[in-house]
């Protein structure tokens, strides 16, 4: 059974940092892009893609907007993808989830919400003055 169990989060001030962690089971995690994503909850809005990683190679993805504050990575190691949060704003209060979806006849670098089918449990983030 894949199963993706996030860590970190919580209450964090304005230019603050956080790091989440996103530990995944039941894959060959190699074969498989990890990739970090947020909503607002009550905002109509779907997940928004923030960054991506294709576990076998180490290579990230980032929208353009995201580029800079945000910084996927993965430690094979230990099964595990992070998301390092710099520069923290109140508009970054969200819940970040980690998703996964296999690496092979994905699209998984465009960071779209219908690509992954693998879900964490989701996190808080909150970003206060």
């Known amino acids: 059974e894949v199963q993706l169990v996030q860590s970190g989060g919580g209450l964090v001030q304005i230019g603050g940092s956080l790091r989440l962690s996103c530990l995944a089971s039941?894959?060959?995690?190699?074969?498989?892009?990890l990739a970090w994503f947020r909503q607002v909850p009550g905002s109509g809005k779907g997940r928004e893609g923030l960054?991506?990683?294709?576990?076998?190679?180490?290579?990230?993805f980032y929208p353009d907007s995201k580029k800079g504050r945000f910084t996927i990575s993965s430690d094979n190691a230990k099964n595990t993808v992070y998301l390092q949060m710099d520069s923290l704003e109140p508009e970054d209060t969200a819940v970040y989830y980690c998703?996964?979806?296999?690496?092979?006849?994905?699209?998984?670098?465009?960071?779209?919400?219908?690509?992954?089918?693998?879900w964490g449990q989701g996190t808080q983030v909150t970003v206060s003055s």
């Open positions: 998703a996964a979806v296999r690496t092979s006849g994905t699209y998984y670098w465009l960071l779209l919400e219908y690509v992954y089918d693998h």
């Open positions: 039941g894959f060959t995690f190699e074969d498989y892009a």
């Open positions: 960054a991506s990683i294709s576990t076998k190679d180490g290579q990230p």
